[in-house]
């Protein structure tokens, strides 16, 4: 820093930095809100994402999509995306989630380790 004194300068400064901690404040809520809402937001690339819509079938062999009707995937979508706070969310999805044993394990997968299977291809 310079020996100046000048304290119309310190107070500029000071000035400026709090509109750009606010306008970053504004960016982070306008991001954050935009991917928890599945809504259309420039991210902090300044990219546009696009809104959130269901996705393909997953094309796996647990048939995913034949699991599920329509209606039903609309349904969590719809619940998903209504949910204000991604822990909201998280909680959401993990009460769809199925824990199952698996049944074949590898040699060196002889862990307690439980297979989780989740709906994911619909977000
Ligand atoms: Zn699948």
Redesign the pocket.
Do not use: V
């Given at each position: 820093m310079a020996s100046s004194s000048d304290e119309g300068a310190v107070l500029s400064v000071v000035k400026k930095r709090k509109r750009g901690f606010r306008s970053v404040e504004y960016k982070r809520g306008h991001v954050k809100r935009g991917r928890v809402k599945g809504l259309e937001h420039i991210n902090y690339a300044s990219k546009v994402v696009a809104k959130k819509k269901i996705g393909n079938?997953?094309?796996?062999k647990?048939?995913?999509?034949g699991r599920l009707l329509e209606g039903d995937r609309e349904e969590i979508f719809t619940n998903f995306y209504a949910k204000e706070t991604k822990d909201e969310q998280d909680s959401y999805l993990q009460a769809l989630v199925e824990v199952v044993q698996v049944k074949r394990r590898r040699p060196q997968e002889m862990n307690q380790r439980s297979h989780v299977r989740v709906i994911s291809?619909i977000m």
């Open positions: 079938d997953c094309k796996c647990l048939k995913c999509f291809s």
